[in-house]
């Protein structure tokens, strides 16, 4: 089992730009994927991008493209999301997730997650 811990995350002005990190403990595989997900209040959790821990490849949703980077430091077994130009709509609480294996669907561990408020 993987635990994943989030940090980073906080009060930004629109415009700005803010970083998250997941630290991945436990047993993980060259691969493993990690994705980050949001949910704002009242709406449905998003996903926003993933990257495989083998290859570095990642993959982002519209929403985010152009705006957000993914990354990870194997050394350190911890994925990024670097968020720039942010949003108001950006506002959310954000996770991160693992899997096994990359072409699995479901995604069998999470982060407890963090908030990120954009104000205007």
């Known amino acids: 089992q993987v635990q994943l811990v989030e940090s980073g995350g906080g009060l930004v002005q629109a415009g700005g730009s803010l970083s998250l990190s997941c630290a991945a403990s436990?047993?993980?595989?060259?691969?493993?994927?990690m994705g980050w997900f949001r949910q704002a209040p009242g709406k449905e959790r998003e996903f926003i991008g993933s990257?495989?821990?083998?290859?570095?490849?990642?993959y982002y949703a519209d929403s985010v493209k152009g705006r957000f980077t993914i990354s990870r430091d194997n050394a350190k077994n911890t994925a990024y999301l670097q968020m720039n130009s942010l949003k108001p709509e950006d506002t959310a609480i954000y996770y991160c997730?693992?899997?096994?294996?990359?072409?699995?669907?479901?995604?069998?561990?999470w982060g407890q997650g963090t908030q990120v408020t954009v104000s205007s």
């Open positions: 990257i495989r821990w083998s290859t570095g490849s990642t």
């Open positions: 997730a693992g899997k096994p294996n990359y072409y699995l669907r479901n995604w069998s561990d």
């Open positions: 436990g047993r993980t595989s060259s691969s493993y994927a």
